[in-house]
């Protein structure tokens, strides 16, 4: 089965992405970008929830990649995470993006506050790859108690040159494997109709310069 088409068909169809180029969407950083990304919306779906999952355990099988333990990020990261670790029989951690304020102040649920992972091997699980910054951090936590994090799966990636130089400055570099790639996106949205020619042409535009890519086309930065 060819996943990744099935992922962006289920992703066009419930919205879980969604294209616009004449009125674009408003990110957190204010910028105006023309698509927008909110896996959630597969939660409310059993069957997109085993799609992605068994989509999971098949580029670990592909590719041969093993671990001890699976890690997702906070918190779109959480419900593949827990379903990948069901299927595999393997235990399951989260990393917050910060530790609490209170309590125990855990940065990683699953374990104790005073405890690691020692030395055991880890799979972070994201939901979306942009930049790649928070799934950085979540690496860095990982390793940073004493857990072996090497690579990041994720459900979708915008393919941002930003997120590859991210991954690659972490000593060691970090490995990241998509299920869905912008590209693959692309290619799909223009097979079922929904975007044309043209279209593409200004979504890759976007990509090869996304920071700035709003403003060049009329559309103000939303200050708060």
Known sequence: MDYAKQIAIASLN???????LAY???WASGLRMPIYNDNRKFLFYPEYRKLIVESFEEILKLERIDCDVIAGTSTAGISPATTLADILKKPLIYIRNEPKGHGLKNQIEGIGAESDL?????????????TGGS??????VIRDANGKCNYCISIFNYGLNKAVETFNSLDPACEVRSLLTYDKLLEVAKETGQINE?????LSEWRADPFNWGEKQGFKRVEE
Do not use: C, G, R, W
């Open 14 to 20: 419930i919205e879980a992405i969604k294209l616009n």
């Open 24 to 26: 674009p969407f408003t």
């Open 118 to 130: 020692k030395d055991k091997t880890v799979i972070l699980v994201e939901d979306l790859i942009s």
């Open 135 to 140: 799934s950085a951090s979540a690496v860095k």
């Open 198 to 202: 043209d279209q593409v042409k200004m």
